[in-house]
């Protein structure tokens, strides 16, 4: 095995991080308490944001960095291993690495490895964090996951939808942008659509809109990026016609 150019690091933030106050909280104090914490919910709920928010802010806590692995395109489960040695820059002839080799190399060090988009590799995932933490003491890993990993001493923790006014609350700007879904709207709205605020012409609409998105964050960044080409009151009539 020899070291190759680091290509797991936690990447910077492209768009501003909107909300979840409670749950990066939720997560940090997890983490705390535990040495396998897997974030669950839903596709584009945001799991993997708020895990690398949280993973960004932790590196003075691990001396030996804080590293991402991306699973999404993996299909084959032994694969796994690989993919995770490649994310710490390591590399070797073989297309397959041993669980062993990759905790040999890890078992000194202390890291906070991001396992990101386990769902559809789940037991293999399982199997790998479950050898890698019992051989490895400086070891923690966040996972995401749209189910629990079923590792001894895993904690998990939910990824709720954004926050989203009722609909007989308050179409105010000000009061709508309490919210979480509908500052999420307007910021990656006026990426797209410079100038864009959150009015009293288009507060209703954007609130239907997020109400109709259920506040599932990917969704509703979509729907902001309709703005090009859409009102907001015809974005939300497309959706309540859906």
Same mark, same amino acid.
């Given at each position: 095995?020899?070291?190759?150019?680091?290509?797991?690091?936690?990447?910077?933030?492209?768009?501003?991080?909107?909300?979840?106050?409670?749950?990066?909280?939720?997560?940090?104090?997890?983490? #705390?308490?535990?040495?396998?914490?897997?974030? &669950?919910?839903?596709?584009?709920?945001?799991?993997?944001?708020?895990?690398?928010?949280?993973?960004?802010?932790?590196?003075?806590?691990? $001396?030996?960095?804080?590293?991402?692995? #991306?699973?999404?395109?993996?299909? $084959?489960?032994?694969?796994?291993?690989?993919?995770?040695?490649?994310?710490?820059?390591?590399?070797?002839?073989?297309?397959?690495?041993?669980?062993?080799?990759?905790? $040999?190399?890890?078992?000194?060090?202390?890291?906070?490895?991001?396992? $990101?988009?386990?769902?559809?590799?789940?037991?293999?995932?399982?199997?790998?964090?479950?050898?890698?933490?019992?051989?490895?003491?400086?070891?923690?890993?966040?996972? &995401?996951?749209?189910?629990?990993?079923?590792?001894?001493?895993?904690?998990?923790?939910?990824? %709720?939808?954004?926050?989203? %006014?009722?609909?007989?609350?308050?179409?105010?700007?000000? #009061?709508?942008?309490?919210?979480?879904?509908?500052?999420?709207?307007?910021?990656?709205?006026?990426?797209?659509?410079?100038?864009?605020?959150?009015?009293?012409?288009?507060?209703?609409?954007?609130?239907?809109?997020?109400?109709?998105?259920?506040?599932?964050?990917?969704?509703?960044?979509?729907?902001?990026?309709?703005?090009?080409?859409?009102?907001?009151?015809?974005?939300?009539?497309?959706?309540?016609?859906?």
């Amino acid at each position: 095995m020899e070291a190759g150019r680091p290509s797991g690091r936690i990447p910077g933030e492209l768009t501003e991080f909107v909300g979840r106050r409670a749950e990066l909280a939720r997560v940090r104090d997890a983490l #705390e308490g535990a040495r396998l914490v897997t974030l &669950t919910g839903p596709g584009g709920i945001g799991k993997t944001r708020l895990a690398l928010r949280v993973a960004s802010g932790a590196g003075r806590a691990f $001396d030996d960095g804080v590293w991402l692995a #991306e699973l999404g395109g993996l299909t $084959d489960p032994g694969l796994v291993v690989g993919e995770v040695a490649r994310s710490f820059g390591l590399s070797d002839r073989s297309a397959r690495w041993a669980v062993a080799s990759l905790a $040999d190399y890890l078992r000194a060090r202390r890291v906070l490895l991001v396992l $990101d988009q386990c769902e559809h590799l789940a037991d293999a995932c399982a199997v790998l964090a479950d050898a890698l933490l019992r051989g490895c003491p400086g070891l923690q890993i966040l996972a &995401t996951s749209r189910h629990v990993l079923g590792v001894a001493g895993e904690i998990t923790v939910p990824v %709720p939808p954004m926050t989203v %006014p009722a609909a007989d609350g308050p179409n105010e700007p000000g #009061e709508l942008l309490r919210f979480e879904a509908v500052r999420l709207f307007a910021e990656r709205a006026a990426a797209v659509l410079p100038g864009f605020t959150v009015n009293a012409a288009n507060g209703a609409a954007v609130a239907g809109v997020c109400r109709a998105l259920d506040g599932i964050p990917l969704a509703v960044e979509l729907a902001a990026v309709r703005l090009r080409s859409l009102s907001p009151g015809q974005i939300l009539a497309r959706l309540d016609s859906r």
